[in-house]
């Protein structure tokens, strides 16, 4: 935060509502993609006997989790 923000009732709430929803679907979008690079990482540990199947399914949970996220943001922007 800089010492040039205004307050935040003091500032135009339609841009500021809207930058809020523009940040919540880019960090939507970016936990999304993540999530799915831990559950193809974990395939591909499964596969070679290096993690558990609890392991994978607690990703699978994740991406899942952040799919419906990611698809919620989209919805309320």
């Not at 990703?59 to 989209?74: C, F, K």
Request: no cysteine.
């Amino acid at each position: 935060m800089t010492s040039e923000r205004l307050h935040p009732n003091l500032g135009d709430p339609v841009t500021e509502h809207t930058t809020s929803l523009e940040n919540a679907l880019a960090r939507a979008e970016k936990n999304e993609k993540e999530a799915k690079r831990l559950l193809e990482d974990a395939k591909k540990k499964f596969a070679d006997g290096d993690i558990p199947q609890s392991r994978l399914d607690e990703l699978q949970r994740l991406y899942d989790l952040a799919v419906e996220d990611h698809s919620r943001t989209n919805r309320e922007s």
